[in-house]
């Protein structure tokens, strides 16, 4: 089942430049979103969330935002540097176990 | 402080055997998830502990997938007669309640 949908599954950018990837969700009763960062060979490990109860979340180079009317949010990354390189994987949970997207494989060109 | 571990780290089977991969938590987290990501695909989850509670195991692929915790600690995940469509890198995560997943490095399942 596609709860949460990552439609783009690659995104190549300049250094410098804004980085941003989306995330779409179908069901209502996620109120808690994730990304995490993924590099070859190795586990996710966890970069940004943000509560239902928030629009935006920000932590550094890191900016999330949920539009929960649209069943939208999407990580801004800026400026974008090439260590970012990674696959990002959006997340959503609620009562049920964490569902997360397909993934986008983000490069940074220097 | 550890984080979650997972063994083997790699696996080659052959078709029709079966494996038992294992999954350590991080000390005192009480959910425990077990993903499967095939080459090109993403996270696909297939089934949460919590506690004592009942394991969710909606994402299960089939009846040959199988998984088992002990109390708030290991778990494993048993995959009955390989088919070369399990071969995937399958991820173990713990968290607290609530709290945000860690993963572990991840078995490399190899079906042959």
């Known amino acids: 089942d596609q709860q949460v949908k990552q439609n783009s599954p690659s995104l190549s950018v300049q250094e410098g430049r804004i980085s941003i990837l989306n995330c779409d969700y179908t069901n209502s009763m996620f109120d808690y979103f994730l990304w995490y960062k993924k590099y070859p060979a190795e586990g996710p490990t966890f970069l940004i969330s943000i509560s239902s109860i928030k629009d935006k979340n920000e932590d550094g180079r890191f900016t999330v935002f949920l539009n929960k009317s649209a069943k939208h949010l999407s990580l801004h990354i800026v400026p974008s540097q090439p260590g970012d390189s990674a696959v990002y994987f959006c997340a959503a949970s609620g009562q049920m176990a964490m569902r997360f997207g397909a993934g986008t494989r983000l490069t940074v060109k220097p | 402080g550890a984080g979650v571990s997972q063994s083997p780290s790699n696996k080659v089977t052959e078709k029709g055997k079966d494996v038992e991969l294992r999954c350590d938590p991080i000390?005192?987290?009480?959910?425990l998830y077990w993903y499967r990501q095939r080459l090109g695909q993403g996270l696909e989850f297939l089934i949460y502990f919590q506690g004592n509670s009942a394991p969710d195991k909606s994402g299960l692929p089939s009846d040959r997938f199988s998984a088992e915790r002990t109390g708030e600690s290991v778990s494993t995940l048993t995959i009955q007669r390989t088919q070369q469509e399990d071969s995937a890198v399958y991820l173990c995560a713990s968290s607290s309640r609530g709290g945000t997943q860690y993963f572990g490095p991840g078995t490399r399942l190899l079906v042959l």
């Open positions: 000390s005192g987290h009480t959910a």
